[in-house]
C-alpha cells in the first residue's frame, strides 16, 4: 500500500494567554517519507515550522528535525520558526488525558470501514491537557489549556473525501467535543464522541451548516446526536487559520485548519475546526 501512514497530531489553546498550535508528525515509510510540522497561533501571529525526512520504516523516535514526541506524552521543540520573519523557539509541552482513548471504528459497521478505509485503517482520540513552556525570542511565557491528540495509521489519502471536517471542541473536564463528518463515494460517514464527566459517548449522526467565504470558513452549527439520543448543539466561530495544501497527481485539496470558539450547553470553550476542501 504506497500511501500507508502512520501519524500523530495534537493541539492545545491558552485562551489567556492567547497562545497555542497544533503539531502532527507522520509517517509514510513506503514513499520513503516522514513529515513533521508545527505551527503557533501567538497572538496576532501565526509561526510555522514544517520538516520533511526520508525514511524507509516508521522509527522508533517519532522525530522530524527538532521537533519530537515522547511517549507519556511530551513535545519537545528546539529551533527556528517564522511568521515572515525567523524566530527562536524553544517550547516543552507536557500532556496529560482527561478520557480514555477513543476509536473511531465504535462508530462504523464494516461497509463504512471499507469505504472510509481510505482516509484510515484506525483513528484513535484522546481529550487531555496541555501544559508547559514557550520561549518566544527573548519572551517566555508559562502556558496551560485543553488539548486533543490523535494517533491513525493505514492508508492516507488526504484528496479521497469531497468532503471532511473534524472538530474537536474542549469546555471543562466535564465536557468536550470530537467529531468527524466525511463524504466518500457520495456516502456521508459520521464519527466521534461526546466526552461527559470523563466517559466516551459514540456519536451516531452529526449534521452540519458552515458559513464560508471561498475555501474558507467564518461560523459553522453542528447539531451532534449520540448513541443515547441526546442532541448537542455546537455553534463556532473561526479565529485564526493555517492553510495547508495536498496535492497527488492531478488532485489539490486544501486543508483549512480553524483554531475556533465554541458555544454548547451554556458553555464556552475553543479547539479546532478542521475543513478538508477538495479544490480539484
Not at 471536517?165 to 466525511?182: C, E, P, Q, S
Not at 483549512?256 to 479546532?272: A, H, M, P
Request: aromatic share 14%; glycine share 8%.
Amino acid at each position: 500500500m504506497k500511501e500507508w501512514n502512520e501519524s500523530y497530531y495534537f493541539n492545545f489553546y491558552d485562551p489567556d494567554k492567547d497562545i497555542g498550535g497544533f503539531t502532527r508528525i507522520g509517517f509514510k515509510p513506503n514513499i520513503k517519507e516522514g513529515v513533521g510540522y508545527l505551527f503557533l497561533f501567538y497572538k496576532k501571529e501565526i509561526l510555522a515550522f514544517n520538516k520533511k525526512i526520508e525514511v524507509s520504516e516508521v522509527p522508533e523516535k517519532i522525530k522530524t528535525g527538532p521537533l519530537e514526541f515522547f511517549p507519556g506524552w511530551k513535545i519537545v521543540f528546539s529551533g527556528k520558526m517564522t511568521d515572515g520573519k525567523i524566530r527562536d523557539i524553544d517550547l516543552n509541552l507536557t500532556y496529560s488525558e482527561i478520557n480514555r482513548e477513543f476509536s473511531y471504528l465504535e462508530c462504523v459497521d464494516r461497509e463504512k470501514f471499507e469505504m472510509a478505509k481510505v482516509v484510515c485503517e484506525d483513528h484513535y482520540e484522546q481529550i487531555g491537557f496541555m501544559k508547559g513552556e514557550i520561549r518566544i525570542d527573548s519572551e517566555k511565557y508559562n502556558i496551560s489549556g485543553f488539548s486533543e491528540r490523535d494517533h491513525s495509521w493505514g492508508e492516507r489519502d488526504w484528496n479521497a473525501p469531497k468532503l471532511w471536517i473534524y472538530v474537536t471542541a474542549h469546555f471543562d473536564k466535564d465536557l468536550g467535543i470530537n467529531f468527524a463528518k466525511m463524504r466518500i463515494k457520495e456516502r456521508e460517514i459520521d464519527v466521534g464522541f461526546v466526552m461527559k464527566k470523563g466517559k466516551n459517548i459514540p456519536v451516531k449522526r452529526v449534521s452540519a451548516d458552515t458559513v464560508s467565504e471561498g475555501n474558507t470558513q467564518k461560523s459553522f452549527e453542528y447539531k451532534i446526536y449520540d448513541i443515547k439520543g441526546d442532541c448537542y448543539t455546537l455553534r463556532g466561530k473561526v479565529l485564526k487559520r493555517v492553510q495547508i495544501p495536498y496535492r497527488r497527481e492531478d488532485r489539490v485539496s486544501i486543508l483549512n485548519e480553524n483554531l475556533s470558539v465554541f458555544e454548547c450547553k451554556n458553555k464556552r470553550g475553543f479547539g479546532i475546526a478542521e475543513y478538508l476542501v477538495r479544490i480539484r
